[in-house]
């Protein structure tokens, strides 16, 4: 119940319409796949699959509530790979041990991340990469990136594959960011689906509770991109293979829920690209595309 969906073609699958089988017959064009299993400042994870195996991106949820999503959305806990981790704030790593013990799975966090008192403590056996490394992890290629938030060695990644059959597809994940980096605008061009931050509403923001000191650091280049710049990185992350684009760690109160949803699709719109745009939820998992 309440499981969110952007599928639109749900009804072709009867065993779907049913409400079970999460696990659909992914076109071969469309190898990956995007759930993101919550995004906020309460928590943040999301699983990348692929046809070797899924990724789990950050583990800001218990080991109970992180298999109750994976449930949830129909994903098998064992076929999950690797844990790979965007930056040491506690809403990203704080079911970090449990969940990589638990799954039984490394856990991948670059340099300065892994260095951080935080992260030491929840994955001391953490392996780590640069801030521009490209990996492979479950057959998936991994492509890091710096992104500009208040934290040791924050990054975002652009996942790929590459069929033996020359298909390929590529999504990009880019949330806990003040801005758009040059680095994240070129990794992030020509994805088929993309996980952007939409944080706050700029106005919703200044007039709101937070205190001063908050307002500025949340508004600030290392900070949380807004729903107006995550409008515009879009603009610049433009092209006519996108078809799905998700606003990522909306503020639960700086921000509403169809927000973010209409400044992206206002500007897919303006550009006459065909794509489609939703936003994650705090408390409900989303099966992106
Ligand atoms: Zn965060
Ligand atoms: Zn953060």
Request: glycine content about 4%.
């Given at each position: 119940m309440g499981l969110m969906t952007t599928r639109a073609d749900d009804k072709s699958n009867p065993q779907k319409a049913s409400g079970e089988a999460q696990a659909e017959q992914r076109p071969a064009s469309h190898p990956l796949r995007l759930t993101v299993l919550g995004s906020g400042s309460k928590g943040n994870c999301a699983v990348v699959s692929g046809p070797e195996g899924a990724l789990l991106i950050d583990?800001?949820?218990?080991k109970k509530e992180t298999l109750r999503r994976l449930e949830l959305v129909g994903i098998?806990?064992?076929?999950?790979k690797a844990l790979i981790v965007t930056h040491e704030h506690s809403d990203h790593i704080k079911g970090l041990g449990v969940v990589g013990r638990g799954l039984k799975v490394p856990v991948y966090a670059s340099r300065g991340t892994a260095s951080t008192s935080g992260l030491r403590r929840q994955a001391p056996e953490a392996i780590t990469f640069g801030n521009e490394d490209e990996l492979t992890l479950a057959g998936i290629s991994v492509k890091v990136f710096p992104t500009s938030h208040d934290a040791a060695d924050p990054v975002g990644f652009r996942f790929s594959w590459a069929g033996a059959d020359g298909s390929r597809d590529d999504i990009g994940y880019l949330t806990d960011s003040g801005v758009l980096t040059g680095a994240a605008e070129e990794a992030l061009r020509e994805v088929r689906v993309l996980a952007i931050e939409a944080n706050h509403d700029p106005q919703m923001l200044a007039t709101g509770p937070y205190p001063y000191v908050l307002k500025q650091r949340i508004s600030s280049a290392t900070g949380h991109l807004s729903n107006t710049q995550s409008a515009e990185g879009l603009t610049r992350l433009?092209?006519?293979?996108?078809?799905s684009v998700v606003a990522m760690?909306?503020?639960?109160?700086?921000?509403?829920?169809e927000l973010p949803v209409q400044s992206l699709s206002a500007a897919l719109e303006r550009a006459g690209v065909a794509a489609r745009a939703t936003a994650a939820w705090q408390g409900l998992p989303v099966s992106v595309g």
């Open positions: 583990a800001g949820f218990s098998d806990p064992a076929n999950i433009l092209s006519d293979r996108l078809e760690h909306l503020s639960e109160t700086n921000n509403l829920h």
